[in-house]
C-alpha cells in the first residue's frame, strides 16, 4: 500500500508534550522521516531513520516506530513549533514510489 | 551546502505544458542521489511527482506518470520536469527536493528542497 494516515490536527500547551502518528503498510518496511513546514515555506526535514536529528533541528524533536505506525514526538513544544507536519516514506510493494501523509496541523497554545 | 533553486513560467495556459528547472549548486547532481520533485496545491498537502537519477532511471506517481517526464542535464547540473495536458488542479507550488534512498537500513527522505515556485494553470 502507497497510503500514510496522519490526524489532521493536534493541539499542544506550551512546554507540554505532544505526539503526532502516522499510519501505513510501507512504514513495515521503511522507516518514517518527518517535515516541519511552516505557512509560506518550503518543507524542513527534522526527523529521519530511527530516530535521527539533522544538523540544527533542536533535540525536543524525537522519532520512534512500532509496526505500522511511526511517531513524532515534541517534548517541551515552543511556539515556534506551531506548523504543518508531514511523514513520508517509501512504499513497500515494490513499485518505487515516494509517499507523504496527508499532514497534521499543530497548534501550540 | 547543496542549495536547489526551481525555475519556469507561472502561468501555464489549460491543455498545454508545465516546464520547470530546478538548478543544483553545492553538490554534484551526479552523486549517489535522487532527485525530486514534489508539489502542494493551495491550502493542501505534499505530493510526490517523481525522481531521476544521474544515470536517467526515472520512477513516477502512477496518478500523473501519463503526463510526465523528468530528465536530468548533468553539463548544466541540473534537472527538469514537464507536465503535459495541465488543468486548473495542477495549479501548485512545485518543489524540488534531493532524496536520499537506502535499503539498508531502509531509509527514504529529502534532505534539502528548493523554496519552491507557484505554477498557476489558467487561461
Known amino acids: 500500500s502507497s497510503e500514510l494516515t496522519q490526524d489532521p490536527a493536534v493541539s499542544v500547551a506550551l512546554g507540554q508534550t505532544v505526539r503526532i502518528t502516522c499510519q501505513g503498510d510501507s512504514l513495515r518496511s521503511y522507516y518514517a522521516s518527518w517535515y516541519q513546514q511552516k505557512p509560506g515555506q518550503a518543507p524542513v526535514l527534522v526527523i529521519y531513520?530511527?530516530?535521527n536529528r539533522p544538523s540544527g533541528i533542536p533535540d525536543r524533536f524525537s522519532g520512534s516506530s512500532s509496526g505500522n505506525t511511526a511517531s513524532l514526538t515534541i517534548t517541551g513544544a515552543q511556539a515556534e513549533d506551531e506548523a504543518d507536519y508531514y511523514c513520508?516514506?517509501?512504499?513497500?510493494?515494490?513499485?518505487?514510489?515516494?509517499?507523504f501523509g496527508g499532514g497534521t496541523k499543530l497548534t501550540v497554545l | 551546502q547543496v542549495q536547489l533553486q526551481e525555475s519556469g513560467p507561472g502561468l501555464v495556459k489549460p491543455s498545454g505544458t508545465l516546464s520547470l528547472t530546478c538548478a543544483v549548486s553545492g553538490g554534484s547532481i551526479s552523486s549517489s542521489n535522487w532527485w525530486s520533485w514534489v508539489r502542494q496545491p493551495p491550502g493542501k498537502g505534499l505530493e510526490w511527482i517523481g525522481e531521476?537519477?544521474?544515470?536517467?532511471?526515472?520512477n513516477y506517481n502512477p496518478s500523473l506518470k501519463s503526463r510526465v517526464t523528468i530528465s536530468v542535464d548533468k553539463s548544466k547540473n541540473q534537472f527538469s520536469l514537464k507536465l503535459s495536458s495541465v488543468t486548473a488542479a495542477d495549479t501548485a507550488v512545485y518543489y524540488c527536493a534531493r532524496s536520499l534512498w537506502f535499503r539498508d537500513p531502509p531509509l527514504y527522505y529529502f534532505d534539502y528542497w528548493g523554496q519552491g515556485t507557484l505554477v498557476t494553470v489558467s487561461s
Open positions: 531521476i537519477y544521474h544515470s536517467g532511471s526515472t
Open positions: 513520508n516514506s517509501r512504499d513497500s510493494s515494490g513499485n518505487h514510489l515516494g509517499v
Open positions: 531513520g530511527k530516530n
